[in-house]
């Protein structure tokens, strides 16, 4: 790896003697050159990869992904963390935030995740390996990948994506629209003030069996949306909310624009009084679907209840 510039790998395997195999390369590469690692994957995949690196103590750093990018708008803060904190050298990583059994709109929220990678890294010194299942993942997932990552990393070939995209097309989403929600909608404009729609988010999330501290969450969170287009968009948004398969979820629209990519995504700076909003709605929810254009802007929050 070069001093300056991002590398960003998408390894593609099959098993997992092949995912073990491809991190362990980029593993005793970092240590051989003294470079700090962080892995973060998955669950059980954690325990895996300590068993691997047993013997370089602490000079390898996990995390879970499943808690850490639960919500993938979180993960850019934690990359820029350990970059940050090891900003006098090149560093690698292993991130996995993408596996079978997430929900298609985490996979979307993730793929524009990759792709923002990529312009928010370009002149780091890091090199980003991230794995991803081809043998459980579908078709479109790994084409996905091919659009967010330079290079391939297939059976120990390395070789440019022929479909990589820029990365702000591809974090625009404009191919992946959020679909209307299968289920009834209560609906009400935020005219009519913020006490309303917290009385309403409070009420559907206990009866949606929320823990307290989480309808709490929920409640926060949906406040903090609604109070960012009073603010923002002159408050005429509207807000939904409505029950989904796995979720609760409330939704806040308005004509309002957003045109930072990372607004949410970055640790706000202690010094600053605003900018806030997205970053706490971020850390509240499980899951945050932003779309932003000349249309105005959607916001949809998701607290999981199963």
């Not at 350990?82 to 298609?104: Q, T």
């Not at 409330?250 to 806030?276: T, W």
Request: charged share 25%; net charge negative.
């Amino acid at each position: 790896m070069t001093s300056s510039g991002l590398v960003h790998d998408a390894l593609f395997y099959e098993d997992e003697s092949e995912y073990v195999a491809g991190i362990r390369e980029l593993g005793h590469a970092a240590l051989a050159a003294g470079e700090p690692l962080l892995i973060a994957v998955p669950g059980r995949k954690v325990d895996i990869l300590r068993a691997v690196f047993a013997d370089a103590g602490d000079r390898v750093e996990f995390a879970d992904m499943s808690e850490a990018g639960r919500n993938p708008a979180r993960i850019l803060p934690v990359i820029r963390s350990f970059i940050d904190s090891h900003a006098d050298r090149p560093v690698r990583l292993v991130g996995e935030p993408i596996w079978a059994g997430r929900a298609p709109s985490e996979i979307v929220e993730a793929v524009r995740h990759e792709a923002l990678i990529n312009a928010a890294f370009a002149d780091t010194a890091a090199h980003i390996v991230c794995p991803y299942d081809a043998g459980a993942l579908g078709p479109g997932v790994l084409d996905d990948a091919r659009r967010t990552h330079p290079t391939l990393v297939c059976c120990g070939e390395h070789q440019p994506s022929s479909g990589y995209e820029d990365p702000l097309v591809v974090y625009a989403a404009a191919d992946r629209p959020l679909a209307e929600p299968e289920a009834p909608a209560v609906q009400l404009s935020l005219a009519r003030g913020l006490a309303e729609l917290r009385r309403i988010a409070e009420r559907w999330a206990l009866e949606a069996g929320l823990e307290s501290d989480r309808a709490a969450a929920f409640v926060l969170a949906a406040n903090e949306a609604a109070a960012n287009t009073l603010r923002h968009a002159g408050g005429n948004g509207v807000a939904r909310l409505w029950q989904g398969d796995r979720a609760l979820v409330c939704e806040l629209s308005d004509k309002g624009r957003i045109d930072d990519p990372f607004v949410g995504r970055r640790v706000p700076p202690a010094a600053e009084e605003g900018g806030r909003g997205l970053w706490l709605i971020n850390q509240l929810c499980d899951l945050v679907e932003l779309r932003s254009g000349a249309g105005g802007t959607v916001v949809r929050l998701h607290m999981e209840t199963v």
